[in-house]
């Protein structure tokens, strides 16, 4: 049974940082793509950073290009969202979403408000 995980979520301040995880569990296919997603209030879910498993390639959203940073650690099956310079509009649910064709897994999600 695949499981993702998500943590590192929380209450923080403008121009604060954090770093969210994502444990998956259960998988057993490579060459896959890991990605964080989020979905504030009253808005669609959309992608804020993608990484591929094979050779690392990473995609950022416009919003938070230059301040986010996605990475990986294979070995510890974890996969990173290092959040930096947030804004009050980074205020949203945090998803990990593992892809691999048209099979795809989802976390349950971590909130992160970006308040003063």
């Known amino acids: 049974q695949v499981q993702l995980v998500e943590s590192g979520g929380g209450l923080v301040q403008p121009g604060g940082s954090l770093r969210l995880s994502c444990v998956r569990s259960g998988f057993t296919f490579s060459r896959y793509v890991a990605s964080w997603y989020r979905q504030a209030p009253g808005k669609e879910r959309e992608l804020a950073a993608a990484i591929t498993d094979a050779d690392g390639i990473t995609n950022y959203a416009d919003s938070v290009k230059g301040r986010f940073t996605i990475s990986r650690d294979n070995a510890k099956n974890t996969v990173y969202l290092q959040m930096n310079s947030l804004k009050p509009d980074d205020t949203a649910v945090y998803y990990c979403?593992?892809?691999?064709?048209?099979?795809?897994?989802w976390g349950r999600g971590t909130q992160v408000t970006v308040s003063s």
């Open positions: 979403n593992y892809r691999r064709g048209a099979t795809e897994y």
